[in-house]
């Protein structure tokens, strides 16, 4: 590409007034007419936050990819976008991904960029970027934000997220006290990063990696590993390539691409999550992506990733077992090798020496987890537009099941009754939660891992079936059936269960259903009344009106339909 056909030559490279006043202006930033004429200019968005623990390295690391940008003779700019801390936002960051992605499709659209490095990597900023920098096809490059290391308490290696549900449970259960917890706050997380399990940070981060369009093996590098500095100066450099070559997004983010990421997603044994998240990324690259290719998928490749929370190991044991690109070597029968990624002409090219150093964290395919991949898709009366469940972390015998429901209407309810002893709950209800859906929720929070009551805790329950129209943690486990579609909140069946009413879970059958006869749930319709509406104004009420239900992505409708937007004119 010549220097006169880069896209920031309108700005800076013509002979109009407006090309005179961008020179002027960045002669005013401090930069010499050498540093940036002619040469591509390269977006770096951080999403670093000092309330963000899974990114609060990402200020050094846009360093180390500006150094590879200059390296590679381009010319880098710094955006801060938003940050979306799963531990930190209320009600949840979910709510907030859409606008995250209005605002890198923005910036990108707006400023006189010819590329972009997308740094993310929590749960919901690495769909976020991707959808944004989908939906203007520029040159980009993903830069994962990296798991944090392994957490510590006594002689015990601990998995964030999961560690904490199982040993809170325990607190509940009075097998440890708080001097034990007050232990267990100092060993969680002990380093910066996102998620050393296989939750929907790490998840989503190898979907982006399996999709192409991060350097081999980015997703699985600690965030505190030199590594990591090293992978994010050589994405600053090869960003710089892919636009002297002009190879946008699209020619990495195709149909083949994002049915390799569900095969990826699927074979880790990864995050509910990501079935939401890769559908709208799909929707935004003009790639049509629906539940039913994910239960097809997944009866074609098994778990071979042995990570918790349905496995034993951590992701810096993955990391150094060969990452992601070994894991990708083991399933090359149902992967689609010839497509490109921004680091080689072919996956083929990519995956060609990898090589897997323990087959114990990445196991071979005849000695797999599981032997089908880790998210089934229900569908049934109580679930007509779809549902889902990590069967893999969840108790076999629970897998099928009949039992009556203990229906909550909101999680502050739940919250105040769970441990009621009136409630008479066993071991064989169904816990059912509603309210919690995209408009319900709001944000759809991650609220699916129902707590089992303190008593069936001190009696060695630790799981009962749980249904509701909500997501869950992807370091969560539990026969958790999520994402309930249509939700409650909009007069999906969910909002006609009452307590009592039988429920059956079939996994094997992928059936969910509502033993109640039809003509009774006709009668609970007619009686059923909207819920009031919850914002008045503001982002809430634009999420309100525009949000789509989970089955097709929970992307604003004017975002997911098909249409052109034009480039600014520069003038």
């Known amino acids: 590409m010549r220097p006169d056909e880069l896209r920031s030559h309108q700005w800076w490279g013509t002979d109009g007034l407006r090309s005179f006043s961008h020179r002027a202006r960045t002669r005013q930033l401090g930069y010499l007419p050498e540093e940036h004429l002619g040469k591509p200019v390269i977006a770096v968005l951080n999403t670093w936050s000092d309330i963000n623990p899974c990114h609060v390295h990402l ?116 097998l440890i006290g708080d001097c034990e917890l007050a232990e267990l706050e100092n060993g969680l997380a002990r380093s910066p990063g996102h998620c050393m399990t296989m939750g929907t940070a790490s998840t989503l981060t190898a979907a982006a990696e399996a999709l192409g369009v991060t350097m081999p093996g980015a997703s699985s590098i600690p965030a505190v590993d030199s590594g990591h500095d090293r992978m994010a100066a050589a994405s600053g450099m090869r960003i710089v390539e892919l636009v002297r070559k002009d190879l946008k997004l699209s020619g990495f983010l195709t149909a083949e691409a994002y049915a390799d990421a569900v095969a990826t997603v699927l074979a880790l044994g990864g995050s509910t999550n990501a079935v939401i998240h890769l559908i709208a990324m799909a929707g935004r690259s003009g790639v049509r992506l629906t539940l039913d290719d994910f239960d097809r998928i997944a009866r074609t490749v098994p778990v071979l990733a042995n990570l918790r929370p ?182 999906g069946p969910l909002a006609l269960v009452r307590t009592g009413d039988l429920i059956t879970l079939d996994v094997e059958a992928r059936s969910l259903h509502l033993d109640v006869a039809g003509e009774e749930l006709e009668r609970r319709r007619a009686a059923w009344t909207p819920p009031p509406v919850r914002y008045g104004r503001g982002y809430g009420a634009l999420y309100s009106e525009q949000i789509t239900q989970a089955d097709t992505g929970c992307d604003f409708a004017f975002l997911a339909r098909e249409g052109k937007v034009p480039d600014p004119y520069v003038g």
């Open 59 to 174: 200020r050094d690391r846009a360093q180390a990819v500006k150094r590879g940008v200059w390296q590679a003779g381009g010319f880098p700019l710094e955006f801060p976008v938003s940050t979306l801390s799963e531990t930190f936002q209320k009600p949840t960051p979910m709510l907030y991904r859409n606008l995250l992605a209005m605002e890198t499709e923005e910036l990108l659209r707006s400023y006189p960029v010819d590329g972009a490095v997308l740094l993310g990597g929590c749960d919901k900023t690495t769909p976020a970027l991707l959808m944004g920098a989908a939906s203007v096809d520029l040159p980009t490059v993903f830069v994962p934000a990296g798991p944090m290391l392994p957490g510590h308490w006594r002689n015990e290696v601990l998995g964030s997220g999961t560690d904490m549900w199982k040993y809170w449970d325990d607190k509940r259960a009075g």
């Open 310 to 491: 349905g496995g034993q190991y951590l992701m810096e044991d993955f990391h150094f077992a060969g990452g992601l690109p070994a894991f990708l070597a083991q399933l090359t029968d149902v992967l689609h090798l010839d497509r490109p990624t921004v680091a080689h002409d072919t996956l083929r090219e990519q995956l060609a020496d990898a090589v897997v150093h323990n087959p114990e964290v990445i196991r071979p395919r005849d000695k797999p987890l599981a032997d089908e991949g880790g998210v089934a898709v229900l569908r049934g009366n109580l679930c007509p537009d779809g549902a889902v469940i990590k069967h893999i972390a969840a108790e076999p015998h629970l897998l099928r099941h009949t039992g009556p429901a203990v229906v909550f209407d909101d999680y502050r309810q739940m919250q105040r009754t769970i441990n009621d002893p009136e409630l008479g709950i066993t071991a064989d209800h169904v816990l059912v939660l509603r309210g919690s859906g995209p408009k319900g929720g709001p944000g759809m929070p991650e609220y699916g891992m129902l707590p089992i009551p303190d008593h069936l805790l001190k009696q060695g329950v630790r799981d009962m079936v749980r249904i509701s129209d909500a997501r869950m943690s992807g370091t969560s486990y539990g026969t958790c059936v999520l994402h309930i579609a249509p939700e409650s909140y909009v007069g």
